[in-house]
């Protein structure tokens, strides 16, 4: 169950949501994963708060060091304490020009110095309306995943029109590709996530579904209730 709070959240709202975010999962069932991804500014204040929570970073530049303006390193995030980083979002993609071709340089980095990348591929509405979903699904993991670690990889299946607009992919559609990018990287045990307008209102639905592993959330995540009642998804909940 993994946070993005995208560019939100100064260091006094972080603190203040972690005060009242960790005590609301203070009991989840062990084998639940909680990845909290903030801002690069409030990356100590998840590694110092976490324990019932995985702290998660944005991004990771492929190099160790060097003259990349505003990028970040794997060693820079590791020596933190950061545990997972999100390659490949598709607001990265769209409005930083990200590839392909850097995606993976930044997913083989991350896994090189400890780190668990959660890789986001989803296609756009013109797309889905051409019926072109599953090629250009298959096409970015082809162009993803050489080289990559599949037993230390997630990957969330975020359909771009899904994402911050309240317009969630069906819980039987989002199933249904998140089964065919299992398929297609030929893992059966590979945590896969959906992304795009999970809400406390539709977490249930989603998580009932045997494909879903997990959620990656943006908008709800900002929120400490709102993504607490998200982790804590029915089974828990019901308890
Ligand atoms: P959203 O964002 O939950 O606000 O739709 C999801 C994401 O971008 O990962």
């Known amino acids: 169950m993994a946070g993005n709070w995208k560019m939100y959240k100064t260091r006094s709202e972080a603190r203040a949501f972690l005060a009242a975010f960790t005590p609301l999962i203070a009991d989840l069932p062990a084998e639940r994963?909680?990845?909290?991804?903030?801002?690069?500014?409030?990356?100590?204040?998840?590694?110092?708060?976490?324990?019932?929570?995985?702290?998660?970073?944005?991004?990771?530049?492929?190099?160790?060091?060097?003259?990349?303006?505003?990028?970040?390193s794997a060693p820079m995030l590791v020596e933190l304490g950061i545990r997972y980083a999100i390659v490949g979002h598709s607001e990265r993609r769209a409005y930083f020009n990200e590839t392909d071709g850097t995606v993976n340089k930044r997913l083989r980095a991350a896994q090189t110095h400890g780190l668990i990348p959660i890789?986001?591929?989803?296609?756009?509405?013109?797309?889905?309306?051409?019926?072109?979903?599953?090629?250009?699904?298959?096409?970015?993991?082809?162009?993803?995943?050489?080289?990559?670690?599949?037993?230390?990889?997630?990957?969330?299946?975020?359909?771009?029109w899904a994402i911050g607009t309240g317009a969630t992919c069906e819980a039987t559609e989002a199933n249904r590709v998140t089964g065919l990018i299992r398929t297609l990287a030929g893992r059966a045990d590979l945590p896969i996530l959906?992304?795009?307008?999970?809400?406390?209102?539709?977490?249930?639905?989603?998580?009932?579904?045997?494909?879903?592993?997990?959620?990656?959330?943006?908008?709800?995540s900002l929120d400490p209730e709102s993504f607490a009642r998200i982790v804590n998804y029915k089974a828990f909940a019901a308890t």
């Open 33 to 72: 994963t909680v990845v909290l991804c903030g801002p690069f500014t409030c990356l100590d204040l998840l590694t110092t708060a976490a324990g019932q929570f995985a702290p998660g970073a944005q991004n990771v530049h492929w190099e160790t060091e060097g003259a990349f303006t505003g990028e970040i």
């Open 194 to 220: 959906y992304g795009g307008s999970v809400k406390p209102g539709n977490i249930d639905e989603l998580m009932d579904r045997p494909e879903i592993d997990g959620v990656l959330v943006g908008g709800a």
């Open 119 to 160: 890789l986001c591929v989803g296609e756009s509405n013109e797309q889905r309306q051409a019926g072109f979903t599953d090629p250009w699904i298959a096409t970015q993991l082809e162009e993803d995943l050489p080289g990559i670690d599949l037993d230390r990889l997630v990957i969330a299946y975020e359909p771009l």
